[in-house]
């Protein structure tokens, strides 16, 4: 076998297990959404070597808004409940992503402009710039904005008090 033809197989074994994971918390979720007496339909998908899971309503976000919690704290619960029902099935620790009537993805595009904009004061001022506590999935969306502007960050404090601070070039 060639270095190539390794590669592409290695790609194809991780991608096959994208999918079982995104096929298993399909299923856990369904299940959730039946005992909470909810309609979502479920839709699978691998971004950025992670299995991504969506729940999506045609009805609408309102019913779904229960499962998104203020400040999305129920969402974040669920999606470690689904990561262990994942780890349960495949015995390895799952890395997935889910997200719940679009509320991750317009949280991501709000975060991504709010680091651009830190990215961007930093420039100009030549200072640091400290942000407020985040999630990790915030952060990790602040850090990326932040490396696109052509600048650096660090995570700083303890959980859940961990902040990203912009530094100057």
Known sequence: MTEGTTSAATEGD??????????????YLEGLLDIADLDGDIDMDVEADRAAVSIISDAGTRDLQKLV?????????LQELT?????RETGD???????IGGYRAKKREELSELGAKAA??????GEPVKMNPM????????????KAAGLRSE????????FVVVLPA
């Open 135 to 146: 999630t990790p999935f915030e952060r990790k969306v602040v850090h990326d904005a932040v």
């Open 83 to 87: 990561r262990l029902a994942v780890h």
């Open 14 to 27: 991780t991608l096959s297990r994208l999918e079982q994971e995104g096929e298993i918390a399909a299923d």
């Open 155 to 162: 995570s700083e404090g303890e959980e859940p008090q961990r």
């Open 69 to 77: 919690g203020r400040d999305g704290e129920v969402l974040e619960a």
């Open 93 to 99: 620790r799952s890395r997935l992503m889910l997200d």
């Open 120 to 125: 961007a004061e930093v420039k100009s001022t």
